[in-house]
């Protein structure tokens, strides 16, 4: 079942944002910086915000009462043509959940919630760029930042048409 995320879901929200984005960029093993961002980033209050804000929109993905998806969708992010439209920032499924559909479960509740036009973003190392890839995702660009003094890039998807 998918749904709109509630303040009581917040925790979980957080535990999951922990193991998913651990799992994808602690791939050489648990450094400190990295350590410190997940621990700083991913909290109850992060999620608290997220929710509480008219400008993002925060699905999850439920196996009975257990959170096992969620998605982060920035209504206000854009990306050099504003056509490419709003940004899903996160779209996480637990590492035990993936392979199942639920993460285009997600992308088709987010397309009949807020439209259908979005774009987003993933590390070039992350297996997510096939699974966007199969959905018919096109690569638009690149985004890079630097993270602890590692430049980290990103390819750029948008929604297919």
């Known amino acids: 079942m ?5 303040l009581q879901d917040t925790r979980s929200l957080a535990a999951l944002a922990l193991q998913v984005w651990l799992t994808t960029y602690t791939t050489d093993g648990m450094r400190d910086d990295y350590a410190a961002f997940a621990l700083s980033h991913f909290t109850a209050d ?23 998806g969620f998605a982060v969708v920035n209504l206000v992010s854009r990306y050099q043509d504003k056509h490419y439209g709003f940004e899903v920032e996160k779209l996480y499924v637990h ?26 973003y993933t590390w070039v190392e992350n297996a997510s760029n096939h699974f966007y890839q199969r959905l018919g995702f096109k690569q638009v660009g690149e985004i890079t930042f630097d993270f602890s003094g590692t430049v980290i890039r990103n390819n750029v998807y948008i929604s297919p048409t």
């Open 95 to 120: 590492t035990h959940f993936q392979g199942q559909g639920i993460g285009k479960q997600l992308l088709d509740a987010i397309s009949q919630r807020w439209g259908t036009q979005f774009w987003l």
């Open 2 to 6: 998918i749904r709109e995320a509630q």
């Open 46 to 68: 992060y999620f608290k915000a997220l929710i509480q804000s008219d400008e993002y929109g925060v699905l999850v993905c439920l196996n009975d009462s257990a959170v096992i």
